[in-house]
């Protein structure tokens, strides 16, 4: 036991340990109740402008490619960090390379490796995720409301907006019609929901 504690800290292991530690700690907070479900979705905002637009819509896809925005971050990275410290403290043990520089080395890619693990233990889950947004979206009651951008949409990338609702505001992903672009704090309108993508488009809008 002692071996082991002295080998998760060890430099070469000491950010899938960090990492590992994390997850533990937010599952432990969730399941006590100071955190709810909803706090498992993580916003990654991004400002682009019109020459970043291609940038961040290939990103997008490296994203949805590895499940992110089908399930939660938290839970992609909860199947993410445990291979990757388990692969971290293997490869390090055999070649006895715990505190050599060349541990450092491995750890983009196993990294990399534990990215395409967390895919495919994460599959599963991504239809069980999409049924569960189906079922709590309401798709109809918001066409026609007026939305504020959260994280900035165009006709190919998605964004986020939030609908006023009686309650908490209700979170939408969204792209907007040809030509278009939204910028975060702007408003917009929901004017159709998009089922086969699972978004709502929205165009720009401008109160009077």
């Known amino acids: 036991m002692v071996e082991l504690v002295q080998a998760s800290f060890a430099p070469a292991n000491v950010l899938a340990t960090g990492l590992l530690i994390f997850v533990m700690l937010y599952w432990v907070i969730v399941i006590v109740g100071l955190l709810d ?11 682009i402008d019109g020459e970043g637009i291609g940038a961040v819509a290939w990103l997008n896809s490296a994203l949805a490619f ?3 925005g089908r399930i939660p971050l938290m839970f992609f990275l909860s199947f993410f960090a445990l291979p990757f410290w388990f692969l971290s403290l293997g490869v390090n ?8 520089w060349l541990g450092f080395t491995f750890i983009l890619p196993l990294a990399v490796v534990c990215l395409f693990v967390a895919k495919l233990l994460t599959w599963p889950f991504v239809k069980l995720f999409s049924v569960m947004e189906k ?6 009651t918001v066409i026609g409301q007026v939305c504020t951008i ?20 209700l979170l939408l992903n969204v792209k907007t019609t040809q030509g278009h672009l939204v ?4 408003t ?10 699972q978004l709502y488009l929205i165009e720009p809008y401008e109160s009077l």
């Open 37 to 47: 479900m909803s706090s498992l979705d993580v916003e990654v905002e991004t400002d």
């Open 66 to 68: 590895f499940n992110l």
């Open 93 to 100: 043990e055999l070649l006895g390379t715990h505190d050599s």
């Open 135 to 140: 079922e709590q979206a309401p798709k109809t």
């Open 150 to 169: 959260m994280l900035p949409a165009n006709a190919t990338q998605i964004g986020q907006a939030a609908v006023q609702t009686n309650g908490s505001p």
């Open 183 to 186: 910028k975060k704090g702007e």
């Open 188 to 197: 917009a309108l929901v004017i159709d929901y998009l089922p086969e993508n």
